[in-house]
Each structure stands twice: as C-alpha cells, then as structure tokens.
Nanobody
C-alpha cells in the first residue's frame, strides 16, 4: 500500500522557517522523482520544487533562494526546507511521487505565514 505522509506544517511569522517532511512507503522511493506542490483555495495546485532520483533539483521562481528540497533514500523521506517565509507562501503543501505515468499524492500539510 502506497503512502505519502507529510508533516512539519504550522503557523510561522513572516521571515521565519519551517521544514516539511514527507515519509514514503509502499514503492521504490529511490527510483521516483519527488516534488512538493502547494495550493490555496480557489487556485490551481502549483509546483514548488522537484528532486529527481539522481538528485537534480528545480524550483519555482517564487521560492528560488529561499526553499531547498532534499531527499534521504535510506529513510524514504523527502524534505522541503523553507526559509524567509512570506505571507504569500501560505498554502496546503502536498508531496508527490512520480515515475512515468505513475503518480502518488500525500494528504497535505497546512503552512500559514502570518504575524
């Protein structure tokens, strides 16, 4: 049974930091591209960051220089380190695992940036 379980969300002040984690099970984690997406009510889900099985990373322009995606294949976990958070980063953040036409989603974790 495939599972992606996100954690680490919460309320943080502008300029603060959070680290999201996504624990994976039920598939060959090391072979999959892992991504973080986010979504706010009434808007489409948007891609935030991606890390391939080979460790190559890519980021949305809005988070470049502030967010860092990483993975630990031994722990089947992908992380999103978020620094210098802004109110516009407020969203539900989702973990995604993708390989070819196969994709899995987590349940999401809320991140709220507010003073």
């Amino acid at each position: 049974q495939v599972q992606l379980v996100e954690s680490g969300g919460g309320l943080v002040q502008p300029g603060g930091s959070l680290r999201l984690s996504c624990a994976a099970s039920g598939f060959t984690f090391s072979s999959y591209t892992m991504s973080w997406y986010r979504q706010v009510p009434g808007k489409q889900r948007e891609l935030v960051a991606t890390i391939t099985s080979g460790g190559f990373t890519n980021y949305a322009d809005s988070v470049k220089g502030r967010f860092t995606i990483s993975r630990d294949n031994a722990e089947n976990t992908v992380y999103l380190q978020m620094n210098s958070l802004k109110p516009e980063d407020t969203a539900v953040y989702y973990c995604n695992a993708g390989r070819g036409y196969v994709g899995y989603w987590g349940q999401g974790t809320q991140v709220t940036v507010s003073s």
